[in-house]
Each structure stands twice: as structure tokens, then as C-alpha cells.
């Protein structure tokens, strides 16, 4: 008989915050804990570094001096003002009976246009992981004002997270001797983020204290002097040791909290991503081809009217007839543009048929590269395109090519071009065609009312339904071409109608639903029906080939497995680690 051998348990532990906030520092600062009992052990032995620290040391004379500990590594930026971590690195404490799993990563917030990708290498690292147990954000303890972090990176960190964290969420406050090991100022930004999010996660005392941790690894810093041959005061030496003794306390304490959290699914946090990333490539797409679905069943019962009258009672129904579907397909340009969607910066031009165009002659960044972090094409009031050179110059977010504000400005990277599918047809299977084409325009209505739905419920952050907002677009750029486009103006409103419509029944059906995650496809939408309804969009007879074009490469999804980027350092001296289970 084969004997198994019992996996080890496992806890995660993901830690996020700002460039510089000691994410990595509190790493080596374990390192350092679970090795040696106390400080005076430690200052007898040797510093220890998992990851390669430097800093300059400024001493009472006004002397600098640079110093490192550790071996060079690529992964890490030792450079002032630069983000340390380059990538997603996991460390591992091992036990005998258990593991923990400590994840560095990049710095969010003040890297600029690195975030997106940063945050994108983050979700990809976690899918080597079935479970998180704790998410910690490290913070300062003295910010009075709010920053870019507190109003957009703690925010766009939540964006990516599912709803059911919320509960594995730690804020860990770094370099807390300063505010004596508490919150200081910073606890009112974030009581009052929390609030506007409606996380209540620091209501009571009791969540209070099991949420909140305080570090200040200023103790590891003096075992990197003493290595360094560099010599401190013995009021300095006091110091560091209380120090030591603060945050060995309390990095003990958020383990043991972290061990009584049940583990938030990584499979749900990815899911989620996965959604979001299908809404935000479908959804202007979806909305013209729904159009130009629309047109062709109108076109097709012109058709059938005509049969009836002029050729039917005479000839016979075997007779073939051609047909065309209009669909609608991308085009890439050769570069992304920022262009400006305001009304006094479009131009309406009157083709050979007569039709109205809208041009976008304002291009105020060309080429933008604003592209190499995600930004969503044909997206207006998007808060990334702050970064666009164009928005960045002025105070406001306001272009300093046309003026207007970055919520006017949308990010080109193709163009939609009309194509039309010919094919014959004989008139006994016109009702067919035309039952096939309503079929699959109701389905992409229920298909991306579906996703709506799983991202409104699943969300941290309240959703911003692009779908919708798309819609709203075409139907103003409708009024703005005048009378001739009436026609096209009511099809948008009856699809706005009817796409409303779709989504209060979604909704009422997920309210009305005991368990979602064991539900039918209507009665409480899962991630699971969310990639289902993505894969049935794609063989859709008419239309699945032009949806799947959007999509791109789908094995560039966040869901991949990422095994090889896994890079782990075994700490087999953590004996210290026995007590917490």
C-alpha cells in the first residue's frame, strides 16, 4: 500500500503598499526575528538579508555614508527615488508543520504608468496559490493630507480585489516609532476612505485591533551599521532595541490573526479580473455590432416585404436571393492617439453617400503610450489618462493642446471599419435567418448584461457599468449629427431600453437567490457563468467571429498559471514560528 505523504498547510501572506513604505525592509526584518531570540543575541550574531538593502546613513558629524547588505539582485532597484522590487517575489518561512508564504511586490502609487502592469504581474503571481490569508497595506503613519496614494492607489489596489477579502484585509503601519506605535494622522484618511467604501473594517475596538499592526524595522538598520562597521550611541542602541521588541510583537500578532482567517479563494480575486478585463474589450465593441445587428434584420425584413409583394405571388420560393450582414471589425492603427471627444473638437463630415462621420481631429498625443499599461480604448473619463503628457503638464487634468479636461479625451489604438457578409439565401428560410440574427442580438444584450451584473456584485468598488456608458456615447454622438440620424438615435435608445431592462432582471433573479455559486445561469451570476457566456459569444453563427477578434490573445489572460516566476528562499531556522498554531 502507497502511503501519501500529507501536504504541509499553507497561509499567504500579500503585502502592497507604496514605493519605499518598508514592504521588503519588514521582510528582512523576519528574517532577523525568527532567528534570533532577542536584540542582544542579534548584535552578538550577524545580519541576515533576504533582500538586498541599502541605505545612507547620516551620522551626528553631517558624514553620509552608503551602505549595503546583500548580494546584487536583478529583481531589485537599490537606486533613491526608484521603485525597490521589480517584480512579485514570494519568501517562505517553513515549519515543520506549516508554511508561510510571505509575497513582495512592486511598489503602487508613485511609479506612474508602471502600476497597471505592476498590478497585472501581481494577480499572474497569485495564481500559484489557492488561497490568501492575509492581504496587508502598508501605510505611513503620519499623512495629514491626502496623496496620490490614499485618492488613487489604495483604490485602484481594492479595484482588482473581490468583495470577499475585504475580510483578509491588514494595514500594517511601517517606521511607527515616530507616532510612538500607533496610527497618527493617517488613521483619519483612512477611516474616512473606508467609510466612502462602505469597508467596515476599524468600526469597534475589537476589529480595530485585530486589523491594524505597527512596525518600525529601524532595529534591523542598526544590525546593517553594525555589519557595516559602523558605530551608534548606547541612547541609540536603546532605542533600536525597543524597537526590535515592538516589531517582533507585533509581526507575531498579525500572524496569529492571519492564522485564524479562513482563506480568500485566489481563483475568485483572478475570476474577477478575468470579468473585468472581457467588459472592458467587449463592451464598445458588443454595443456597435448590436447596431449593426439591428440594421440587418431591418434590412432582411425590407427583403421579405419585397418578396411578398413583387416576387413571391409570381415566381417561386426555391429562388435564391443574396443577402448581406453587416457586422462590424477592428482595425489597427500604426500608433495610439489621445484625441479629444468634445464637441467643439469634432468635425462632421458628409460622405459620398451622403452619410454623416464624426472625426476625431484632435489629436492631442500622438504617439501615446499610454497603451503599455491597459488603458481601455474608446474610453472617455478615464482617471488614467491624468498620465497622458497632453493631461499631465496642467493642474486639473486638463489638456494643454485643446484645454478641455482628460474626461473629454479617449485613448485610440484601432478604428472600426464596417464589412459586409454576403451570402444567398432562398425566401422559404428568410423566416429562419431572421429568427437566428434576433436570437443572437438577444443573447449579447443578456450576454454583457450578465457581466455587469458579476462585477456590480462581486466588486469592492462600485462599478462602472462601460457598457452603458458606450451606449450613451453613441446616442449623443447621434444627436449631434442632426435629423438624418433619427433612425440610429432610436435604435440606441430601444438598446439602452432594453439592456436596462436585461440587467433588472438579472438582478432581481441574483437578489432572489439563497446561493449563488449553485445557481442557474440567470438566478445568481458566478465567474464560472461569466467565461461560459464569454466562450457561447464566440460561436455565435453571425456574429461569434467578429466578438472574438476583440478579445485578442486570451493566453495573456492574468489566470495563467505562472509557476516559473515563483522564486523561493527556505528559511529552515523558524522554529520560533511553533507557538503561533
Sequence with gaps: MVIMEERKKEYTILLLGETGVGKS????????????????????????????????????????????????????????????????????????????????????GHTGLEDTINLDAILSHLSGFKEIHAICIFLWPDKSRLTTWFEDGIKELLHHLHKDAVQNLKFCFSKARTTDYGPGKTLNLLKGLLNELKIDLLETENSFERNTFYFDNEAFRFLVLKNNGIEVTKWEEKSFGHSWDQSVEESFRLFREMMKLKGHSTERTISLNRARNVVVKLSKPLANIIDQCSKTIDQLVSDKEFFLVSRYPQGNKEEERSAKILAVRKKTIEQPRTVCTHKDCLTIRTNQKGENKFFYDQVCCEPCYLNKIGLSPETTNDLRLRFCWSMYTLKGGNCSKCTHSYKDHMHITYEYEHVLSTFNYKFENLPELLNELQHEREYIIMAISTFANFLENNSILPYKDSFLEHVTFLIRDAELKGEESLGEKERLQELKREYEKKRDEIEKAFANTENAESSPHTAGVTAKNVLETEAKLYELKHYGEFIKSFMGDKKQSSEEPTHNRFSAVILRFAARLRFLI
Design 25 to 108: 525592509t519588514w521582510i528582512n526584518g523576519i528574517r532577523n526575528y525568527v532567528e534570533y531570540e532577542t536584540f542582544q543575541e542579534a548584535i552578538l550574531g550577524e545580519a541576515n538579508v533576504l533582500i538586498p538593502f541599502s541605505f545612507t546613513h547620516t551620522s551626528r558629524t553631517g558624514v553620509d555614508t552608503k551602505v549595503r547588505l546583500g548580494e546584487q539582485d536583478d529583481n531589485e532597484c537599490l537606486e533613491p527615488g526608484m521603485s525597490g522590487t521589480k517584480s512579485p517575489r514570494t519568501y517562505v518561512l517553513e515549519q515543520e508543520d506549516y508554511n508561510i508564504n510571505l509575497i513582495d511586490t512592486p511598489g503602487i
